[in-house]
């Protein structure tokens, strides 16, 4: 069975500063792995996907995670965020059981100060 | 990527009585996802439907009480039947692409009295 990890539920930072937003998972096979962003009062957005070949993935507003088999982690990183950033983010994870399955992440909170 | 609507895109209800959502997709699709995220907490997958077949129900969810309507390619209801207040979440319809990345509809946020 496979479970996902975000290993922070919230994370205050101020502006233009450095963030990662942790994940970890665990899987006995290929895994197709996701980030999406959840903006007040709206459904999820996909931000960018993992699905084979090079280990850094950018995807939309500047944000991009990297994906490592020996540490079963997909952490998004951005390195100056903004005002709108503040969301919440989940991590995701596809494995194919016969069809697909994605479980997803409890969220982190991301909130941005002035 | 697909364009997905929901109504209501909120709703306060009394305990007992049921409501119904719809998804509309600009696309034809097989399969679409209904997805119950509760207060503070992430996704869970209710059930996936199929056009022209019975939905098929997550390990909890069970068909008296979210019954899933599949009339055409484009289209699905759900509804949260008998309602209490344990049932006050956001719902939200989503399709797959290509990669089994899920996209979204904007949710319908329930809250029962």
């Known amino acids: 069975a496979q479970s996902v990890t975000q290993l922070d539920s919230q994370v205050p930072v101020f502006e233009e500063a450095p963030v990662e937003l942790r994940c970890n998972y665990s899987?006995?096979?290929?895994?197709?792995l996701f980030w999406y962003v959840q903006y007040p009062n709206q459904g999820l957005q996909l931000l960018l996907k993992?699905?084979?070949?090079?280990?850094l993935v950018k995807g939309i507003n500047g944000f991009e995670a990297e994906f490592n088999k020996s540490q079963t982690s997909f952490h998004l990183r951005k390195p100056s965020v903004h005002i709108s950033d503040t969301a919440e983010y989940f991590c995701?994870?596809?494995?194919?059981?016969?069809?697909?399955?994605?479980?997803f992440g409890a969220g982190t909170r991301l909130f941005v100060k002035a | 990527s697909a364009v997905i609507s929901q109504k209501p895109s909120r709703d306060i209800c009394q305990r007992g009585t049921s409501l119904t959502i719809q998804c509309q997709v600009d696309?034809?699709?097989?399969?679409m996802f209904w997805y119950r995220q509760q207060p503070g907490q992430s996704l869970t997958l209710i059930a996936t439907?199929?056009?022209?077949?019975?939905?098929?129900?997550e390990s909890g969810f069970v068909i008296d009480k979210f019954p899933i309507s599949r009339p055409n390619l484009t289209f699905s209801t759900l509804t949260v039947s008998n309602m209490s207040p344990e049932d006050s979440s956001i719902y939200l319809c989503?399709?797959?692409?290509?990669?089994?990345?899920?996209?979204f509809g904007p949710g319908t946020r329930l809250t029962v009295l």
């Open positions: 993992y699905l084979s070949g090079s280990t």
């Open positions: 439907a199929n056009q022209g077949s019975e939905a098929t129900y």
């Open positions: 995701a994870v596809s494995e194919w059981t016969g069809g697909f399955k994605t479980i």
């Open positions: 989503s399709v797959e692409g290509q990669y089994n990345e899920q996209f």
């Open positions: 899987s006995s096979v290929s895994v197709y």
């Open positions: 696309s034809q699709v097989t399969m």
